[in-house]
């Protein structure tokens, strides 16, 4: 267990619909960051969060959406969905500046 | 904005030989320099990083080298065992003006390594 907990860990929608992903920091770390794994890919960056603020963004579509609440969770917002969503979710989080962070174990994403 | 390269997308070794994994990096602000392991079904896991102000670290088995000149930096295991087996990511952290220094990481697409016993 690495600390990051995300759930769920497996989703199954259809097109059109709208999911919402959530991770669990592991405890004390501010800094959140969500990142998509297609299959066989390697993992793109989509948006980060510091202590409730978003701090940086990569590419994320619009359709996306992201928030971190007081408690420190993050939630990921996908709507709309497409088949071309389908792939792992991860969330990971990180203590200190500069500095490796830990991933969860990822939501897998189903679109069909 | 960063790119990171990394090859060769898969490797296969016999048990008890060196593997080595290589990346290269664009943006020579990167400071930061992570290499992951991703076991079928989980998230990565950090194996080792290395910073820019180091050359080289070595963790038992495993070392990362750092040349900031060329802009590249390589993951060595040495005695493969077939646990070994798995996907491996490196990763870049250009720093970032209002981070805090909590930069996010660019990776590479990833190495799939065999062991072969």
């Known amino acids: 267990d690495s600390g990051v907990t995300q759930t769920p860990k497996h989703l199954i929608t259809a097109t059109g619909q709208r999911v919402t992903l959530r991770c669990s920091p592991r405890s004390g770390d501010l800094s959140v960051y969500w990142y998509q794994q297609s299959l066989d890919q390697g993992l793109q960056f989509l948006i980060q969060?510091?202590?409730?603020?978003?701090?940086a963004k990569g590419n994320i579509l619009e359709r996306f959406s992201a928030q971190q609440f007081p408690d420190l969770h993050s939630e990921l917002n996908l709507s709309s969905l497409e088949l071309g969503d389908s792939a792992l979710y991860f969330c990971?989080?990180?203590?200190?500046?500069?500095?490796?962070?830990?991933f969860g174990s990822g939501t897998r994403l189903t679109v069909v | 904005g960063e790119n990171v390269e990394q090859h060769p997308s898969t490797l296969s070794v016999q048990e008890g030989d060196s593997a080595v994994i290589k990346c290269t990096y664009s943006d020579s602000a990167s400071n930061y320099f992570p290499w992951y392991k991703q076991e079928l079904g989980k998230g990565p896991q950090l194996i080792i990083d290395i910073r820019s102000n180091v050359g080289e670290k070595k963790d038992q088995r495993i070392a990362v080298t750092l040349n900031k000149t060329a802009k590249h930096f390589s993951l060595h295991i040495t005695e493969t065992q077939p646990e070994d087996s798995a996907v491996y990511f490196c990763a870049a952290s250009p720093p970032e003006e209002f981070s805090g220094g909590y930069n996010k990481l660019i990776f590479g697409a990833g190495t799939r390594l065999a062991v072969h016993p």
């Open positions: 990971a989080s990180s203590t200190l500046p500069g500095g490796g962070y830990t």
């Open positions: 969060y510091y202590n409730g603020e978003e701090r």
